[in-house]
T-cell receptor, first 111, second 112 residues
Framework: RKEVEQDPGPFNVPEGATVAFNCTYS??????FFWYRQDCRKEPKLLMS???SGNEDGRFTAQLNRASQYISLLIRDSKLSDSATYLC????????????FGDGTTLTVKP | ETGVTQSPTHLIKTRGQQVTLRCSSQ?????VSWYQQALGQGPQFIFQ???????GRGNFPPRFSGLQFPNYSSELNVNALELDDSALYLC???????????FGPGTRLLVL
C-alpha cells in the first residue's frame, strides 16, 4: 500500500460544477499537508497548504481530517483553466521539502 | 514564476553513463530538494540539501548524489544510468523555515 493515495480519476466535469478530491495518508504522525497543481509536462505549483482548521482561497477549500487520515480539496464553480492534475503532498514534519506525494488526480473541466 | 531555474531542460543519455543536473534556488532560499517524477506518477523525494549538507534522503541508491554550493545552487549527479532513471527531475527551493517549497521547471532525462 502506498503512503499517500489518490483516486487517479479522471474527473470530467462541466464548467461551473463543484468537484472534490480526497487524498489518504498512512502515517498518522504526519505533520504538514499540501495541495499542488500540475499542468501537463510542467512542474507542480503550490496551490495551498492544508491546516487543521481548514482553509479557503477563493474557489478552493482544503480540509484535513486527522482521525480518518485524509485531506480534501474542494473546487467550486469550476473553470476550464482548472483542468490539471492535482497532487497531494504529506510531510512527516513541518519541513515541506521532504514531501511524499500521491500520484495525482486528473481533472478535466468541459465547456 | 518561482525564480527556481534548472538546466538543462532535456537530456538524452545511454545506459551506464553519468549525468549532472543543475538547479538555482529562488533568492532568499537556502534549502534545495530534488525529486524524480516518472510518467504518470507523483514526484518521489530523492534528497534535500540545507546549508550545503544533505538533510534527509529518500529511498534512492547511492549512485544518486548531490551537492549544494555556498550560493545555495545545487547539483544532482546520477552514475551508472539505468533505463528506469528516465524521468522528470525536479528541484524545489525553500525558505530557511522550510515551511513551503517551490519547484523549478524540471529536467527531462531519457536513458536509452
Amino acid at each position: 500500500r502506498k503512503e499517500v493515495e489518490q483516486d487517479p480519476g479522471p474527473f470530467n466535469v462541466p464548467e461551473g460544477a463543484t468537484v472534490a478530491f480526497n487524498c489518504t495518508y498512512s502515517n498518522s504522525a504526519s505533520q504538514s499537508f499540501f495541495w499542488y497543481r500540475q499542468d501537463c509536462r510542467k512542474e507542480p505549483k503550490l496551490l495551498m497548504s492544508v491546516y487543521s482548521s481548514g482553509n479557503e482561497d477563493g474557489r478552493f477549500t482544503a480540509q484535513l481530517n486527522r482521525a480518518s487520515q485524509y485531506i480534501s480539496l474542494l473546487i467550486r464553480d469550476s473553470k476550464l483553466s482548472d483542468s490539471a492534475t492535482y497532487l497531494c503532498a504529506v510531510n512527516k514534519d513541518t519541513n515541506a521539502g521532504k514531501s511524499t506525494f500521491g500520484d495525482g488526480t486528473t481533472l478535466t473541466v468541459k465547456p | 514564476e518561482t525564480g527556481v531555474t534548472q538546466s538543462p531542460t532535456h537530456l538524452i543519455k545511454t545506459r551506464g553513463q553519468q549525468v549532472t543536473l543543475r538547479c538555482s534556488s529562488q533568492s532568499g532560499h537556502n534549502t534545495v530538494s530534488w525529486y524524480q517524477q516518472a510518467l504518470g506518477q507523483g514526484p518521489q523525494f530523492i534528497f534535500q540539501y540545507y546549508r550545503e549538507e544533505e538533510n534527509g534522503r529518500g529511498n534512492f541508491p547511492p549512485r544518486f548524489s548531490g551537492l549544494q554550493f555556498p550560493n545555495y545552487s545545487s547539483e544532482l549527479n546520477v552514475n551508472a544510468l539505468e533505463l528506469d532513471d528516465s524521468a522528470l527531475y525536479l528541484c524545489a527551493s525553500g525558505p530557511p523555515a522550510r515551511e513551503t517549497q517551490y519547484f523549478g521547471p524540471g529536467t527531462r532525462l531519457l536513458v536509452l
